[in-house]
């Protein structure tokens, strides 16, 4: 490491990370089994349709998950995620056969050069549709 | 639903020890990238003592608390009719492999809007040691068309 005055080379409206997560029931399942969520809506079609669902949804933590870790890998270190926060705003349904398609874009909504923080806006979306409203991560740059 | 939940204090859960294959399963089920998440060589070359949870993970202490809440006889609160409005997590330090995690819940708003109750659930994740490690905070809306 030298001296020198970081710089950092961003400014708001950089697209820092994106992603494309296809997701099927198998992983419902999964994160289901890992995050100890057995909420019948995520695997049972009856379930869901009995509350009056459009179908079998995914996990909204499992959307909110998943749509950190662009950012992740773009910072490098978990230790700069300060904090992360979403609002679910339209649900997952996740198709039998052909599952679903969640995108996420990663863009600079603010930006603090001298504390070398950013806030990252998500933008996570499926078939066109945003999932998720007021996604944000507090970043320390990279 | 009921607005004295809010003030009413909940006893800190019982430690959960944070296992170094449960954080492995965690990440691959959020489709996790990050070698430190799953690697404890990766993990120990950036300073880490072990493998490193995703950002998200917390929800898994978070929900020992919105047990609690669910379980208290005079909460009005019926899971089927719980869907998840919002969700935040303000961290100190990441979670590793090995840390034993302590959550105290604090109800923090209910707010009735037509025939829905929006409940705001704080839970404060503090370790061994008694350090703030996260602050995770969940909007719970409850439906009223029961």
């Known amino acids: 490491m030298s001296d ?17 997560y296809p997701i099927t ?8 089994g890992a995050s100890g969520d057995f909420n019948a809506i995520h695997y049972r079609d009856d379930v869901a349709a009995s509350v009056g669902l459009p179908g079998v949804l995914a996990h909204g933590m499992l959307t909110m998950g998943l749509a950190v870790q662009p950012v992740v890998d773009w910072v490098g270190d978990p230790a700069r995620i300060t904090d992360y926060q979403v609002r679910f705003t339209r649900p997952v349904v996740v198709d039998p056969a052909d599952g679903a398609v969640i995108s996420v874009l990663a863009k600079i909504g603010q930006l603090d050069e001298e504390a070398g923080t950013a806030r990252v806006d998500l933008t996570a979306t499926v078939n066109g549709e945003t999932v998720l409203g007021k996604a944000q991560v507090r970043v320390l740059l990279p | 639903m009921n607005p004295d939940l809010v003030g009413r204090v909940f006893a800190p859960t019982k430690p959960y020890l944070v296992g170094r294959e ?62 998840h409005g919002e969700q935040r997590f303000d961290y100190s330090r ?36 008694g350090e703030h490690v996260v602050t995770a905070v969940s909007v719970l809306v409850v439906r009223g068309d029961a």
């Open chain 1, 4 to 20: 020198e005055i970081i710089v950092h080379e961003y400014a708001v409206g950089d697209v820092v990370a994106e992603a494309a």
């Open chain 1, 25 to 32: 029931r198998d992983s419902l399942v999964r994160y289901a």
């Open chain 2, 22 to 83: 449960k954080v492995r399963e965690f990440a691959r089920a959020v489709f996790a990238s990050d070698p430190k998440n799953v690697d404890v060589e990766a993990a120990a070359a950036a300073g880490y003592p072990d493998v490193v949870a995703p950002p998200t993970f917390a929800i898994v202490v978070q929900e020992l608390t919105l047990a609690q809440l669910l379980a208290q006889d005079d909460a009005g609160i019926e899971l089927t009719h719980v869907v």
């Open chain 2, 94 to 129: 990441p979670i590793v492999a090995g840390d034993e995690l302590t959550a105290q819940l604090n109800v923090t708003s209910v707010k009735t809007l037509g025939g829905n109750a929006m409940v705001t659930a704080e839970s404060v994740v503090t370790d061994a040691a």
